[in-house]
């Protein structure tokens, strides 16, 4: 039996299965560059962290049950900022056509921030 055989129940057991996916990995890679123990110990516990906060967003996504995956890399803030230069030529297209109303009302005052388009 080996030893990674052996750490297969321990960490079961400790709800940390999931530093079976790295350990290899971790494993040649501190051979490779020389890593300390708790240089070992804290790339596999960091692999774990991050392998559970990606769990976690994955479950939170599927039951929020969006109607689209969106993500800022997909975003399109060319067009964006095209809609931005049409939203501010309208408002000043609107801006430009405001007067005052000329309703009023029963003693003859103007109703306070009216405007009608003309």
Request: aromatic letters at 6%.
């Amino acid at each position: 039996m080996s030893p990674t055989d052996e750490l297969i129940p321990i960490l079961k057991k400790l709800r940390m299965s999931g530093v079976l996916q790295s350990l290899q990995e971790r494993t040649r890679q501190a051979v490779d560059d020389d890593l300390s123990h708790s240089e070992f110990l804290y790339y596999l516990l960091h692999d774990e962290i991050e392998r559970r906060e990606a769990k976690q967003l994955s479950l939170r996504l599927k039951r929020a049950s969006f109607e689209h995956n969106k993500s800022l890399e997909a975003f399109d803030f060319i067009a964006a900022a095209a809609l931005r230069a049409w939203r501010r030529a309208l408002l000043h297209l609107v801006s430009a056509t405001r007067r005052p109303c000329r309703a009023r009302d029963a003693r003859g005052r103007l109703p306070a921030g009216s405007f009608c388009l003309s």
